[in-house]
């Protein structure tokens, strides 16, 4: 059973255009995550969500990027203007333990391309 | 600030070999948590084990095991009798308690092929 579902699984896109990646919890979860992999890279944390705020951001996550949880269930990552150097695989990740300090557990990724 | 160092980039075994991968970290945490994660030529990230600074022992689950010494600030994973099946890329990582956001900090990871 998959801790979290993304979709889509592969987004194209041209560069300039938002994107939104999605991630539904299989079940009622406060901490979520978001992490990118670059293209034979290592992956990289971009933002922590706890209860539905951003508890943690990093130096990628600029103005550009945004997250939510809209209806209490989708947490969604927004690109709002996608450069070249964005595509990558996107994760997210839901802590295993709902303490924040667990293990994470991460969805099968959505490979962003932008062109 | 954190950071792990995989200094093996790619390793190549014949089946059956045991094989080490090596993970180094560096925290100014006193507790931390360490993570290995396996990363399957189709892409997701598996989580194999998850270990706190506080508790040193050594752990085996089937043809798994963890070494993890504070000493040298490593926490390395070894494969005993590896299989085919076996081959990925390996990522170690690391948070810190301290930590608002619980960022795993991630290593560059190693990428093993065995070899039938």
């Known amino acids: 059973e998959p801790e979290v579902t993304q979709t889509p699984s592969h987004q194209v896109t041209q560069m300039g255009q938002e994107v939104i990646l999605r991630c539904v919890p299989i079940?009622?979860?406060?901490?979520f995550y978001w992490y990118r992999q670059i293209l034979g890279q290592k992956v990289e944390f971009l933002v922590s969500f706890y209860n539905n705020e951003i508890s943690e951001k990093s130096e990628i996550f600029d103005d550009q990027f945004s997250v939510e949880r809209p209806d209490g269930s989708n947490f969604t990552l927004k690109i709002r203007s996608t450069k070249l150097e964005d595509s990558a695989m996107y994760f997210c990740?839901?802590?295993?333990?709902?303490?924040?300090?667990?293990?994470?557990?991460f969805g099968p990724g959505t490979r962003l391309t932008v062109t | 600030a954190q950071k792990v160092t995989q200094a093996q980039t790619e390793i190549s075994v014949v089946e059956k070999e045991d094989v080490t991968l090596d993970c180094v970290y560096e925290?100014?945490?006193?507790?931390?948590?360490l993570f290995w994660y396996k990363q399957p030529p189709s892409g997701e990230l598996v989580f194999l084990i998850r270990r706190n600074s506080f508790d040193e022992q050594n752990e085996i689950s089937g043809r798994y095991s963890w070494n993890f010494q504070k000493s040298t600030s490593s926490f390395n994973f070894t494969i005993t009798a590896s299989q085919v099946v076996d081959s990925a890329v390996y990522f170690c990582a690391l948070s810190e308690q301290n930590n608002a956001g619980n960022m795993l900090t991630f290593g560059g990871g190693t990428r093993l092929m065995v070899k039938p």
């Open positions: 079940s009622n979860h406060l901490y």
């Open positions: 925290t100014r945490d006193t507790t931390y948590y």
């Open positions: 990740a839901r802590d295993g333990r709902g303490t924040g300090i667990g293990e994470q557990y």
